[in-house]
C-alpha cells in the first residue's frame, strides 16, 4: 500500500533546484487526466521523485520477460533489492513494492514494459528526452544541474504527477505479496528506460574479462600481471569504456612527483590554490557520484612512498566511522579516504563507485618473488593474469593492418619469439608483443606502399621494429647472431604462410 503521508514527507536530495523536501508547489498544467476529480492544487510527490531519480542516475536495472518485469533497486539502506511486476489477467501483481518509493519505479515498470499506462509513457519519454538524450544514466552532478533548468522541471512536473495520480487511482487494485526474488540472471532491458535498446547479450559472459567487468560495475580493486604487451593496460581502458565509467590514469615510474600523483598547491593571483593530480581527482569523482575507474599502470615502478599513498587510500571505512572523522552523512556503505597534503581536505569515495586497476609486468610467481608487498597485495580483491591474446581474439586486429597471409605471418613469428629468448636459453632478450607486432605490420604496410612485395616488406620491417625490441645491444649494436635468428625464423613463416 502506498503511505501518502511517507510521500510527501520523504527527504529527497536529487533535486536540489526544485526542493528537496516539504510542500513544493507545481503548476497546474502539469495536471493528470488520469483522475479528473482531483484537485487543482498539485504539489511535488517526494517518494516519486526519488523513484524517478533512481532511474535518472542508473540505480535501478530492468529484466522483462513476457509478462513480468524485475527490478533491482536499492532499498533505503542503500542495499541492493530485487522488485517485480506481474501481469496476470486482467490485473497486476506486485512484488515487494514497499510503500513511498519502489511503488512508482513499479507503476515506470508497467508503463514502459507492459504498456499499462499511456500517459505515464508519453510523459515520461518527453522526460527522457530532455534528461538523457544519449539515453545513458546520469550523474549526481548533472541532475543537480537540470533540477535548476527550465525545460527539465516542465518535463519532471507530468510525470511526477502522473505518477502520484496513477499511484492513487491504480495503486489500491493491485495484488500485493512479498518474496526472495531470485537472481533474473542480467538486466539486459535496463537501458529501456532511458529511451535506449535492450542491451547485446553479454551478461552471460563468463570469461575472465566479462566477470573483471561486472565485478568492477560494484567496485573492485584488481591487480593485473603478465608479460609486457600482453594488453593489461588495453584491459583496464576498456573495463572503463565498457562500463560508462570516467576514466583516470596514473603511470608509475620512478621520479614521480607528488603533483603527478596526488596534487598540488598553485600560486594564484587570488593566492595558493590546491590543484587535483589523477589520485585526488579519482576520488573527487566518485565522490560526485560518478563511477569512476583509477587505472594505476606499472605499479610497481611506482616508488614506495607513493604506492604507500595508494595503500592508505584503499583502506576502507564504514559511513559511520565517515561521520565520526568529517561530520558527513553518507548513505550506508564502505569509503575510501584521500587525504590531500597541505590541504588538510580529505575526499572520500564510495567503495561500489570507485574501481582501482593496478598493472605489473612480474610474472605469476610475483608472490615467491616477493616484489609486491603483502601488505598492498592484501588490498587486492582479483589477482589476474593476462597472457598472450588467443589468436581468434588478436588476428582481427592483425588483419586491420595488413592482408591475411601477412598478419599470419606476423602473428606466428611472435609466438615463436616467446620460446626463442635468452630465458630459454636462445638469444633473444625479449619476445615480440602484440604491440611489436603492429608496429611491425604498419611499417611493412608502408613498404609495400612504396612497391615492395608483401615478403619484401616483411624482411625490411623487421630490421627497425623488431630487432630493437627483441636484440640485446652490443656496444650499439644489435647482437648479429640474435638478428640472423629472427631473419632464420622470418623466412620459415613467410614460406609456411606462402607470403610472396
Ligand atoms: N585487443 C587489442 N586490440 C588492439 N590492440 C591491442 C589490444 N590489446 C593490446 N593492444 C595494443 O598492444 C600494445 C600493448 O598493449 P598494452 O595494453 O600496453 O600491454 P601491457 O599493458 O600488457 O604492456 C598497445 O599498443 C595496445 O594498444
Ligand atoms: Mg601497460
Redesign the pocket.
Known sequence: MINTQAVFGHKCPHFPGIGTGGRVQMPSSCMSKIDQNARQMRIVPWGAAEAVAQILLGHVQAHLSAKTVTLECLDKQQAKMRIQVEQKGGGYTWVNPGTTVRPYLLLVAEALFLSANPELKERWEALIKVACPDAAPLSARRLDQLSHETAFKEALYPVLDTLYTSGKVFGGSRSEIEADLPDPGGYPHTPIFRGGKKQAAQTHDTSEEGRLIRRASQGVRALLC??????????GKRVALKLGAKLVSIKGRPGLEDRDMIGFISPTPQGPQWVDGPLARAWRLAQQGERTVLLV?ELLRLDPYHRNVLIGGLDDVSAQELHLMLGVDVPEGRYYTLELPGNGEVLYASTALLSVIC?T?VGSSYTQSGEIDPALLRRFQRVMF?SY?AEQ??MP?YERVMGASAARAAYALEVKTRTMTTQHGQLLERPM???VT?NYLAEAKDLVALGLSEAEALEEALGVTVVPFCCSLEEGEPDIAAVKALEITLQDVLKAFKVA
Open positions: 603478465g608479460p609486457t604487451g600482453t594488453g593489461k593496460t588495453e584491459l599502470d598493472t609486468n593476462v591474446p581474439d588478436i586486429v608483443n602484440i604491440g603492429l
